[in-house]
């Protein structure tokens, strides 16, 4: 009974033991720490693998006996240290890396607005370029106009100068024509004249006017053939009618020389009515020279060379036609 009572009060007595254990101030303050950095608003998650280690360290001291805490509390403590100091670095490299983006940001930004300087600024200079070529275009524009108004000014001016040019070139080719005209009037009144048959002592004669020979030759020219196709015709008109083709010179030179250029002549006028269809039967061809001359040598007329042509007269019983031709020593006509 003794035994049994004793025992209630040992039991009693260690009670209080174990219902309030002792303090312990340094893994309290090491709990602390520990807790402190965790709950910490800006180290809190940080450093995760130094804080477990740093818990672990601050566990193994709770469970080691005071005798052998030292080293163990001094080992939870630079666990603590090193668990801030590398969540502070962490913070720190975050903070760095934020003020680096936020450098970057504002270099961007900065960036940015340069560049939009930079195209505003290219813009207004892309539109001072612009006005000013759209200027410029117009200063030509007006300058070729003054140059076109200008040119055709000129233009107008020598179009004004060559119609004045023409109408006087008109009127003085208008002039000539007329003054042509005339002279083809009046020599075409001579030469109808003159190609007028008309009747003399030897019977009816035809005077013909224009150059039929070279100054000094015996040829028949060109021009002469209008007029020997009256002469034809009017020969044709009397085919019973014997033609006598008469050749006169003036006086210039010698008699001899006349006398033979106006024999040449006359044949020359025979042959030419011989080639048109003329029988040669009827034709004769003498060579009068100057002893016969049909114009007057001094005269104004005698200065063109006339043709008497065919004269026609009754001599028995055949009637006969004279046609005479007269020519000058410088121009001589048939």
């Keep these: 009974m003794n035994a049994l009572r004793n025992a ?55 469970e080691t006996a005071k005798r052998k805490r030292p080293e163990p509390i001094f080992l939870a403590q630079r666990r603590i240290a090193i668990a801030r100091a590398v969540a502070e670095r962490e913070l720190a490299e975050r903070q760095l890396a934020q003020l680096e983006r936020e450098h970057d940001r504002i ?51 020598e179009a004004s100068r060559r119609v004045a040019d023409a109408q006087a070139e008109e009127a003085a080719l208008a002039r000539r024509e007329a003054e042509l005209a005339a002279e083809a009037a009046e020599s075409l009144r001579l030469q109808l004249n003159s190609m007028t048959a008309r009747r003399d002592a030897r019977g009816q004669v035809m005077t013909l006017s224009g150059d039929a020979f070279a100054s000094g030759g015996a040829s028949l020219r060109p021009e002469a053939d209008a007029n020997l196709q009256r002469v034809i015709q009017f020969v044709q008109g009397q085919p019973t009618a014997r033609v006598l083709i008469e050749g006169h ?29 003329v029988e040669a039967g009827r034709l004769r061809a003498l060579g009068s020279g100057e002893d016969r001359p049909i114009d007057d040598n001094s005269s104004n007329e005698g200065g063109h060379a006339t043709v008497a042509s065919k004269s026609c007269w009754n001599r028995g019983s055949s009637p006969r036609c004279a046609f005479a031709c007269q020519g000058f020593s410088h121009r001589h006509f048939w």
């Design 8 to 62: 209630l009060l040992l039991l009693l007595w260690m009670a209080p033991l174990y219902a309030a254990p002792r303090p312990d101030p340094e893994l309290e303050a090491l709990q602390q720490s520990l807790a402190e950095l965790e709950a910490d608003p800006s180290l809190g998650g940080l450093a995760a693998g130094e804080v477990e280690r740093a818990r672990q360290a601050v566990q193994t001291v709770a």
């Design 107 to 157: 270099l961007l930004q900065a960036a940015q607005r340069e560049a939009e300087a930079a195209r505003r600024e290219a813009e207004s200079l892309r539109l001072l370029s612009l006005t000013r070529a759209e200027e410029t275009e117009r200063a030509l524009q007006i300058a070729d106009a003054a140059r076109v108004e200008s040119e055709l000014s000129m233009a107008e001016a």
């Design 249 to 277: 010179t003036d006086s210039q030179g010698s008699a001899n020389l006349n006398q033979v250029l106006s024999q040449k002549r006359a044949e020359a006028v025979r042959d030419a009515l011989i080639a048109a269809g």
